[in-house]
C-alpha cells in the first residue's frame, strides 16, 4: 500500500482543517486506517485510527471531539477533518494502514504516508 497524505498548511487558533490520505497499490478497504502526528522535539503520537469499513473509530484523549476520522473506500481515502484547532495541534500528521483494527501503536502499522505539516498559529 501506497499512501499519501495532503491537505496541511497554516490555520489560526480555532481555525478548521481537513487531511486527505490517498492509497494505491493493494486493497484498500483491506486495512484499518490511522492517523500520528510528530511535533519537534516529541515522539510520533497517536491521533485516530478507523476500522477498515469505518464503523468503529478511535481517538486520542487530546483530540476527542475536535477531531474526525472517516474513508472513502470508493475514493481509496482517509480524511481527518480538524476543528478547534490548538497551537499544541502543531506537528507533521501522518496517515498509516494497519491490518490490526483500530490500532492505536505505531508499531503495528505496516504502511506509512510521507506526512504533511500542520501549523497553528497567529
Known amino acids: 500500500v501506497q499512501l499519501q497524505a495532503s491537505g496541511g498548511g497554516l490555520v489560526q487558533p480555532g481555525g478548521s482543517l481537513r487531511l486527505s490520505c490517498a492509497a494505491s497499490g493493494r486493497t484498500f478497504s483491506a486495512y484499518s486506517m490511522g492517523w500520528f502526528r510528530q511535533a519537534p522535539g516529541k515522539e510520533r503520537e497517536f491521533v485516530a485510527a478507523i476500522s477498515w469499513a469505518g464503523g468503529s473509530t478511535v481517538y486520542a484523549d487530546s483530540v476527542k471531539g475536535r477531531f474526525t476520522i472517516s474513508r472513502d473506500n470508493s475514493k481509496n481515502t482517509v480524511y481527518l477533518q480538524m476543528s478547534s484547532l490548538k497551537s499544541e495541534d502543531t506537528a507533521v500528521y501522518y496517515c498509516?494502514?494497519?491490518?490490526?483494527?483500530?490500532?492505536?501503536?505505531?508499531?503495528?502499522?505496516?504502511?506509512w504516508g510521507q506526512g504533511t505539516l500542520v501549523t497553528v498559529s497567529s
Open positions: 498509516a494502514a494497519s491490518r490490526v483494527p483500530s490500532a492505536s501503536t505505531p508499531e503495528r502499522y505496516n504502511y
